[in-house]
Nanobody, 124 residues
Framework: QVQLDESGGGLVQAGGSLRLSCAAS????????MGWFRQAPGKEREFVAA????????IYADSVKGRFTISRDSTENTVYLQMNNLKPEDTAVYYC?????????????????WGQGTQVTVSS
């Protein structure tokens, strides 16, 4: 498993932006599909976005499409989630996760390594 360390969460007003970062401990960063999930209070953890090991493929949840962008920097072993036009319903703990490069999916079970999460709060 790879260790993941998220940062960049915080409090922002509706319409604002945040960029989340996730640093991976694994040197062979390109072995992994990287993803972001989120969990709001009282709700199930839900898929947000994923990026393939090469960065060539990306997939987003419908609720964030057009507002969020996932990217990766293999020289820094880091994956990012740029979040624009944030809405109060985006408030959640955001988790970074990693899956073996042979997996390409949006289910929680596809990802074997998880970070501790970072809180994002969007005020109205």
């Amino acid at each position: 498993q790879v260790q993941l360390d998220e940062s960049g969460g915080g409090l922002v007003q509706a319409g604002g932006s945040l960029r989340l970062s996730c640093a991976a401990s694994e040197r062979t960063f390109t072995r992994y599909v990287m993803g972001w999930f989120r969990q709001a209070p009282g709700k199930e953890r839900e898929f947000v976005a994923a990026i393939s090991w090469s960065g060539g493929n990306r997939i987003y949840a419908d609720s964030v499409k057009g507002r969020f962008t996932i990217s990766r920097d293999s020289t820094e072993n880091t994956v990012y989630l740029q979040m624009n036009n944030l809405k109060p319903e985006d408030t959640a703990v955001y988790y970074c996760c990693a899956a073996d490069r042979t997996h390409w999916g949006t289910s929680r079970s596809d990802f074997g390594s998880w970070g501790q999460g970072t809180q994002v709060t969007v005020s109205s």
